[in-house]
């Protein structure tokens, strides 16, 4: 007759203790934006070509020459914390984050050697990354493509 009430102070036991103890592990992410968010992230991580770039304001004609010889030449790598870009005459470093996802939709802020924040929305499609950057004077849209 003992059976059933040690079976009872057992699952009684469980019921109490299970919420603490059947969470989700130290470190991990307890809700879904979290989750997103590193989700993008990790989707970003990689080797990127430049393959176009469109400016929402005309460039100065010196300008505009230093961006039509990124096209096809600008490599942009993203390893969790750190993009850099490397091209013709260009080499740069930016820390960034995923601020933002959803699904294959993302936001992006990278920010520059004096911590000045750049804003950029994408949408991951298939093995490219179709962005618009929002910060003055970077304002355009363009499109990445995966290469690693």
């Known amino acids: 007759m003992r059976f059933p009430q040690t079976a009872l102070v057992i699952a009684v036991g469980l019921a109490l203790v299970a919420p603490v103890g059947c969470g989700p592990p130290r470190g991990t992410p307890r809700d879904a934006a979290e989750i997103a968010r590193q989700e993008a992230a990790r989707r970003l991580v990689g080797e990127w070509l430049l393959v176009s770039y469109q400016p929402e304001t005309a460039l100065e004609p010196m300008f505009a020459g230093l961006l039509a010889a990124q096209m096809g030449t600008l490599v942009a790598r993203f390893d969790g914390q750190q993009m850099t870009a490397t091209g013709t005459g260009v080499g740069t470093t930016r820390r960034y984050r995923v601020t933002q996802a959803n699904g294959d939709r993302l936001t992006v802020v990278t920010y520059d050697e004096s911590g000045i924040a750049y ?30």
Do not use: C, K
């Open 119 to 148: 804003d950029a929305v994408g949408e991951l499609r298939g093995n490219e990354l179709w962005f618009a950057s929002l910060t003055i004077p970077w304002r355009g849209r363009g499109v990445l493509r995966r290469i690693r």
